[in-house]
């Protein structure tokens, strides 16, 4: 058996200010900071599990998270893989727009169907990200915004290249990422269907613990809380 541990981050400033984030680099908050601080601390407690890699995000909200959980489960001399790949959905034109002013303006549903819908495309922004952690991406892959289908479609290549070759080995991992790149990760792994998505949350610094046959069937889940 093999162990997958998947961690959102801990509270944002965006989190705490009711803000769409996406591709946006947003420091986290004192609480976020504590709750990643807990997050290790429950991680710290699982038994059997000892893992020989760490894969995040490039944003500094999921390097983080990922660096206090490491320092707290004593994980620090562990491999850490850093990837646009596990980057947060791209929000497009809504990032930085408060997600109560974009109900106003936009409508419920309407903001519904972009935040939790499997296939919807927000607005997208005028030009791709402009930022030196891209610059030796190939830039006809950089988004100017995502539905969580298309954040699933450039998440899963390194799933299977990088995380799940490792767990085949018998080797447990680690991800750090963001709310919407595990949603999109876990209706994969957990095959939920488009319908029910909508009603999957992943809240902040609450570690979710799969556990996984040799073949990489789940056998059990445990959400620490």
Request: charged share 25%; proline share 4%.
């Amino acid at each position: 058996m093999v162990k997958l541990v998947l961690v959102r981050h801990g509270e944002s400033i965006a989190n705490a200010a009711n803000v769409y984030t996406g591709w946006n680099d947003v420091p986290l908050t004192e609480k976020g900071r504590e709750q990643a601080k807990m997050a290790g601390e429950r991680i710290k407690q699982l038994a059997d599990f000892y893992p020989t890699h760490i894969h995040t995000s490039v944003l500094s909200r999921a390097i983080v998270t990922a660096n206090i959980v490491s320092d707290v489960c004593d994980f620090l001399y562990l491999p850490i893989t850093k990837t646009w790949r596990l980057n947060e959905r791209h929000y497009g034109a809504l990032r930085g727009l408060n997600k109560d002013v974009s109900r106003k303006v936009f409508g419920k549903d309407q903001v519904l169907e972009w935040r939790r819908g499997f296939y919807s495309i927000p607005p997208k922004q005028g030009s791709p990200m402009i930022d030196r952690r891209y610059k030796l991406c190939d830039q006809h892959l950089m988004p100017r915004a995502e539905s969580l289908y298309q954040t699933q479609l450039r998440l899963m290549p390194y799933y299977y290249d990088k995380i799940a070759s490792r767990m085949l080995r018998g080797e447990d991992q680690i991800i750090v990422a963001h709310g919407s790149s595990l949603r999109a990760l876990i209706k994969k792994i957990e095959n939920i269907n488009d319908h029910d998505i909508v009603n999957l949350e992943v809240p902040n610094a609450e570690p979710i613990v799969y556990t996984m046959d040799k073949q990489l069937n789940i056998i059990d889940k445990k959400i620490l809380r």
